[in-house]
């Protein structure tokens, strides 16, 4: 830009100078939130990363619920009679066993432990609805745009449905935490959706206007 003394004197140049001083102090302020705010979500990139080990994905996937706004949320995390993460919603318990593999199909020890888990907690919370989940974060040697979208067979679905307990991807649990965080899945359809039977796969919801909060 070719200003020079004179011309920088004139008020109406002036003002566009004035601008753009005031818009590249705002862009400076918008950088600085953005940093902040990319870092306080960085457990999504350890939910769908790559290479990421199970106590990582276990810590982001309980940073995924607390950010959600689930209050009574734990990582139990070293305890093997336990699952990974356990949440408490009124009369409900839900059990998450979340792993990490680099072969792109879990195996049915994989799959089935989360069943393990479930009796144990039902026989201690009698009071207690009980609902456990497992989510894998499978092949991750890869991006995940490069992975089988279905790593569970029909055996292992058909397991979890007699077992009473889901099966997750970490990229579906990531697709619903973006539908709730636009408002367009409430947090009770949430709730509902990881303790069903089976194969949980993510499904947009037909809903035309965003819930109102």
Known sequence: MNLNKYTSDIPEIK????????????????????????????????????????????????????????????????????????????????LIEAKG????????????????YIKRKSSKFTDNRIFGVFIVNHDNKKFFNLRNPNPFDQ?????AKISDYGLMTTYDLFKYYLEIKKHTISLNEFENIICKKGLIKYKKMARKTPITT
């Not at 209050?71 to 839900?94: P, R, Y």
């Not at 593999?101 to 432990?113: A, G, L």
């Not at 055996?155 to 397991?159: L, M, P, S, V």
Request: one cysteine or more; a positive charge; hydrophobic letters at 35%.
């Open 155 to 159: 055996t292992r679905i058909e397991d």
């Open 15 to 94: 003002n566009h100078l004035k601008e753009i001083l005031y818009l590249k102090k705002e862009i400076k302020k918008h950088q600085r939130r953005l940093k902040t705010t990319t870092k306080k979500y960085d457990f999504i990139n350890k939910i769908v990363g790559v290479g990421i080990n199970g106590v990582i994905l276990e810590k982001s996937i309980f940073s995924l619920f607390k950010d959600l706004g689930f209050e009574k949320v734990k990582h139990i995390g070293n305890d093997k009679k336990l699952a990974d993460v356990e949440i408490t919603v009124k009369d409900k318990i839900i």
């Open 101 to 116: 593999i680099s072969p792109d199909i879990p195996t049915e020890n994989d799959c089935s432990q989360i069943s393990k």
